[in-house]
Nanobody, 122 residues
Framework: VPLAASGGGLVPPGGPLRLSCLAS???????FAWFRQAPGKEREWVSA????????HYADSVKGRFTISRDNAKRTVYLQMDNLQPEDTALYYC?????????????????WGQGTQVTVSS
């Protein structure tokens, strides 16, 4: 498995979680993204980070609450999620593409993790 996502769980509204995505390859020149899919809904882009300048990008629905970051030495990408809300409940996937510029299109990502479940409920 090229990417292994972890860190999901059950959290009350307003709580935090940090997701991790461990790459099995040297990731310095890869852009990464997080997507999510809730039951009965289409997959949704959440956030992405480039490798060239590590600039982050966020969907409007999570801007100001989520923070994406990367640690190339640890081969890991993180998604810090704060002030979680019930509408954030979904299966979260990390994805990578062998190109430095991030994208919000799932079609351009070649590598995917297995998904980690995030449930926000009281």
């Amino acid at each position: 498995v090229p990417l292994a996502a972890s860190g999901g769980g059950l959290v009350p509204p307003g709580g935090p979680l940090r997701l991790s995505c461990l790459a099995s390859f040297k990731m310095d020149y890869y852009a990464f993204a997080w997507f999510r899919q809730a039951p009965g809904k289409e997959r949704e882009w959440v956030s992405a980070i480039s490798s060239s300048d590590e600039s982050p990008h966020y969907a409007d629905s999570v801007k100001g609450r989520f923070t994406i970051s990367r640690d190339n030495a640890k081969r890991t990408v993180y998604l810090q999620m704060d002030n979680l809300q019930p509408e954030d409940t979904a299966l979260y996937y990390c994805a990578a593409k062998n190109y430095p510029v991030a994208s919000m299109s799932a079609a351009v990502y070649s590598y995917w993790g297995q998904g980690t479940q995030v449930t926000v409920s009281s």
